[in-house]
């Protein structure tokens, strides 16, 4: 009888996948995509159903032979096979709602085709759809959300101890450094994914800090913008120039001017200045200055309370300082320290960060919008409800990017354009499937169109609160797809990719990884 019943629904289905073949042409791509995912979520249903039924029945068998009585065996297996027949036909009353629903959204589809000058008309058939699927979408975003293996992290705890752990390396900096011409250290800036709040996976973590730099006593620091070259990004070089401190001298008592007291005095009397220590020529080394800051940590740990217990490991690193540091209970965490100088009094930096080019000379300071960035994501938590499921789509994005050519960055920037475009109550936990099929339309959008503007360059949807440079503001958009342009093959290895992608999403749906 349930091999019966099995073959039935199996027949019903099919013709409900024919159904939805039918109208397949007429619908566009997001349609047809919600329309795979309801079939498949209903047949997924339906196999549980299956299971239930099934396992029911062998649990009442086995029941019905452990009991003396023949007849009571008799009552509850009739018993059952009619709470089977019911169960079953609610299955095909489920199916056949299915076929209602892709046979009513064609015709929808085709009338709002029809009345296209009319966009009131479209916007109601749109609304009464959103109704419509409000139930299903739940029963969606919630299945599929429980399918994917989410990684467990307690990422506000560990952003928080790593927080505490460079305050209290950067106290114990500035009194090293206190008589010294050496940069003056700030309160680091957590950036980057974990501090952002989404970081993919709990291995992968990097706790990332911007370390900004102001000149010491007697030097200045002037931004001057190098050649762009091949990409999009800017990069910057750091002139340090020595400033005239005859003036202050006096009231500042032990320091010299380093312009106009003569060299052996201040060999004599006063340490190098900047300009002899982290500089080529006139120009701050980045590697110079990572290899300082790897000598500080060094020196500066036996200070801290922590390293009684916790155990510090260094790791290589050109252009940063990074680290491992292991708690008493085995828990580790790497850190990387960058370091940068403030455009003016933005949130705009440039720093030590590295580059996509192959050799980046070590003067050279491409411009970092990570703070500016981490800010956005902060103000977003303040903004969305509070079952926004923003940050898991970008989790999402970044797991199904491992192994493509797409960088995390270019989702990164998609899923902020949409923040600022899509209204914040629709990135509930029950619009994820939604909100992700947004992402990749987006995606293959900018693509076809080789053009992917840049967040924060003339973008008048930047929120207020962050500070941005005034040239940002009056500047053309800086289109991070220009590669694609001037390079016809990378474009069409991009479009391949984006299907490899595409299937990539489809995956973690159904499968959770």
Not at 88 to 109: D, M, N, Q, T, Y
Not at 155 to 169: E, M, N, S, Y
Not at 195 to 207: A, H, L, M, N, T
Not at 284 to 298: C, E, G, P, S
Request: charged share 25%; aromatic share 10%; with cysteine.
């Amino acid at each position: 009888m349930a091999v019966i019943q099995f073959f039935t629904i199996l027949l019903v289905v099919q013709n409900i996948l024919w159904n939805a073949h039918v109208v397949h042409d007429e619908l566009d791509e997001a349609t047809r995509e919600r329309m795979r995912l309801r079939g498949w979520y209903l047949s997924r249903k339906m196999t549980r159903m299956l299971q239930e039924l099934e396992q029911g029945t062998q649990e009442l068998e086995q029941r019905t032979q452990e009991q003396s009585g023949f007849a009571w065996g008799a009552l509850l297996f009739a018993a059952l096979q009619q709470w089977q027949f019911w169960a079953v036909a609610g299955v095909l009353l489920l199916l056949f709602g299915l076929c209602w629903w892709l046979r009513k959204r064609s015709h929808e589809v085709d009338s709002s085709s029809d009345e296209e000058s009319s966009s009131s008309d479209r916007e109601q058939v749109e609304e009464e759809a959103e109704e419509d699927d409000s139930d299903s979408e739940n029963d969606l975003g919630r299945l599929f959300l429980e399918q994917i293996q989410w990684p467990v992290q307690n990422l506000a705890r560990d952003c928080q101890v790593v927080k505490d752990l460079l305050g209290t390396f950067i106290l114990v900096f500035r009194e090293i450094l206190s008589n010294s011409f050496f940069p003056v250290l700030q309160p680091a800036i957590g950036v980057g994914s974990a501090f952002e709040g989404w970081s993919p996976r709990e291995e992968d973590i990097i706790y990332r800090l911007l370390v900004p730099l102001k000149p010491p006593y007697g030097h200045a620091f002037h931004l001057e913008l190098g050649n762009r070259g091949e990409t999009p990004a800017r990069n910057f070089c750091v002139r340090v120039e020595l400033e005239c401190t005859c003036t202050r001298e006096q009231l500042a008592g032990e320091m010299l001017c380093f312009l106009h007291q003569p060299e052996e005095e201040l060999r004599r009397d006063q340490g190098p200045s900047l300009l002899h220590t982290l500089c080529t020529g006139s120009y701050l080394d980045v590697q110079k200055t990572a290899r300082w800051f790897y000598q500080l940590v060094k020196a500066a740990w036996v200070a801290l309370p922590q390293s009684s217990t916790w155990r510090l490991t260094m790791l290589p690193s050109s252009r940063s300082c990074k680290f491992q540091v292991t708690e008493r209970n085995n828990k580790t965490h790497i850190i990387e320290m960058m370091f940068g100088v403030q455009q003016g009094n933005s949130d705009i930096f440039v720093s030590s960060q590295n580059t996509e080019a192959i050799f980046t000379p070590s003067t050279t300071w491409p411009e970092s919008y990570a703070v500016a960035e981490a800010k956005f994501f902060r103000h977003m938590a303040r903004q969305v409800p509070h079952d926004s499921f923003h940050l898991r789509c970008l989790q999402a994005c970044a797991r199904i990017l491992v192994g493509i050519g797409f960088s995390t960055y270019t989702l990164k920037t998609v899923v902020m354009h949409l923040l600022t475009t899509i209204p914040l109550s629709g990135w509930r936990r029950r619009h994820f499937v939604r909100r992700m099929e947004d992402i990749m339309q987006y995606l293959h959008r900018c693509l076809e169109e080789k053009r992917l503007d840049h967040f924060f360059f003339g973008n008048e949807r930047v929120p207020e609160e962050i500070v941005l440079p005034p040239a940002f503001q009056t500047a053309e958009p800086l289109n991070l797809f220009q590669h694609l342009v001037q390079d016809p093959a990378a474009h069409d290895k991009a479009m391949l990719e984006y299907k490899y992608l595409r299937e990539r999403f489809i995956r973690l749906l159904i499968l959770g990884h």
